[in-house]
Nanobody, 126 residues
Framework: QVQLVESGGGLVQAGGSLRLSCVIS????????MGWFRQAPGKEREFVAT???????YYADFVKGRFTISRDRAKNTVYLQMNSLKPEDTAVYFCAARGARYGSYWYRQGSDYDYWGQGTQVTVSS
């Protein structure tokens, strides 16, 4: 059974940093696209970042230059380094894994992913 478990969320002041981790168990996803999404209260889930099977990355405009997605294949873990956090970054952050390996472009829709974590809360105070 595939499980994705996020951690690293918390309360931070504006301008601060957090690093989210997503540990995957049940199978390896070393050649699968991975993504991070977020959902703020009263809003729809939105795309944040994705990393392709070959480690190329793509970001939503609102996090470019502030967030970095990466992966450690040996640990079957994906990270989201978040710097210069803003109050509007407050949300529950979800890790997602695409079931199919490889792929030819960046996957930015929730429906592109087959496995999801339970989410981790990030709260940025002003």
């Amino acid at each position: 059974q595939v499980q994705l478990v996020e951690s690293g969320g918390g309360l931070v002041q504006a301008g601060g940093s957090l690093r989210l981790s997503c540990v995957i168990s049940g199978r390896t996803f070393n050649r699968n696209p991975m993504g991070w999404f977020r959902q703020a209260p009263g809003k729809e889930r939105e795309f944040v970042a994705t990393i392709s099977w070959s480690d190329s990355t793509y970001y939503a405009d609102f996090v470019k230059g502030r967030f970095t997605i990466s992966r450690d294949r040996a640990k079957n873990t994906v990270y989201l380094q978040m710097n210069s956090l803003k109050p509007e970054d407050t949300a529950v952050y979800f890790c997602a894994a695409r079931g199919a390996r490889y792929g030819s472009y960046w996957y930015r829709q929730g429906s592109d992913y087959d496995y999801w974590g339970q989410g981790t809360q990030v709260t940025v105070s002003s």
